[in-house]
């Protein structure tokens, strides 16, 4: 093989390394697995496909599959260019010093601009923790969680439409498989999860259909360039809410981009 060949076949080798598919993860999966590991690690596979996210951004607990830190931090990464967005600093509110003390810490989330754009509050304690093996880490629990609430604000409209985006590209069988599991999958993180039920309330990720219907809405937002463009936006989306046209979940992702594009617009000025 001559030199110039060479050359080309390792260019080609170079190329396809920096341009991974999450599809062969599977090789990071355990082999020899029982039917249930089998079915979640698939499970992870598709998730991982539909959402843009590395298969270690995905924990099963209890056959059900959530987010972790390392996947909004991904994700976070991924985006924060073209976002705009800087850095994320967590801070104590008060710290746990005993085994009956809470635990409260503040995330804030900054452009580069040195802006807030959003910010997350967490908090531990034995009574909202139900994993006893990580009770005694109060003060690290509440650190995290903050960072995942935080970070979920901007995140999960960019979830949302990424799954609408990718979930076509998913074989027949991995769309059933994860039919159920997209739709709270990402609207809480398994480290939020051994809170009590009054603690944390996830909001639910919407279904294919769901997302289809207000997919010209959220377009409209992105679109708008003042924000006047953005108001009128707003009335169409106050009018579906009066003819009930969307449901809870539906409002709660329009409300959450329209906020977030009226920031954007309101940092450039």
């Known amino acids: ?91 104590p509110i008060e710290l746990a010093k005993a085994a009956g003390d809470t635990a409260v810490f503040v995330t804030k989330l900054y452009n580069k601009e040195g802006v807030m754009v959003a910010n997350g509050y967490g908090s531990a304690n034995a009574a909202n923790i139900k994993m006893g093996t990580i009770k005694v880490f109060l003060n690290e629990m509440a650190e995290t969680r903050s960072q995942n609430r935080c970070l979920r604000k901007v995140l999960s409209p960019i979830l949302y439409r990424t799954f609408i985006d990718r979930v076509s590209a998913l074989k027949t069988e991995q769309r059933e498989l994860i039919a159920e599991a997209s739709a709270n999958f990402g609207s809480v993180t398994v480290e939020e999860i051994g809170a009590s039920d009054e603690e944390t309330k996830p909001e639910r990720l919407l279904s294919g259909e769901e997302m289809k219907a207000i997919s010209g809405i959220l377009q409209n937002i992105t679109n708008a360039k003042t ?33 977030g594009q009226s920031q954007k617009l309101a940092f450039k000025q």
Request: glycine letters at 4%.
């Open 1 to 91: 093989m001559s030199k110039k060949a060479k050359k080309s076949k390792i260019a080609v080798q170079v190329k396809k390394a920096r341009t991974p598919s999450w599809q062969d993860a599977g090789i990071l999966m355990k082999k020899g697995a029982t039917p249930v590991e089998t079915k979640n690690q698939q499970m992870i596979i598709a998730l991982s496909v539909a959402f843009d996210i590395p298969p270690q951004g995905i924990t099963i607990l209890a056959d059900n599959p959530y987010i972790n830190k390392q996947g909004l931090e991904f994700v976070f990464d991924k985006h924060r260019d073209d976002k705009g967005w800087s850095h994320f600093l967590t801070k």
């Open 227 to 259: 924000q006047k463009d953005l108001e009128v936006v707003g009335t169409e989306i106050k009018t579906q809410v009066k003819t009930k046209t969307v449901n809870e979940n539906q409002v709660a992702v329009l409300r959450e981009a329209w906020t």
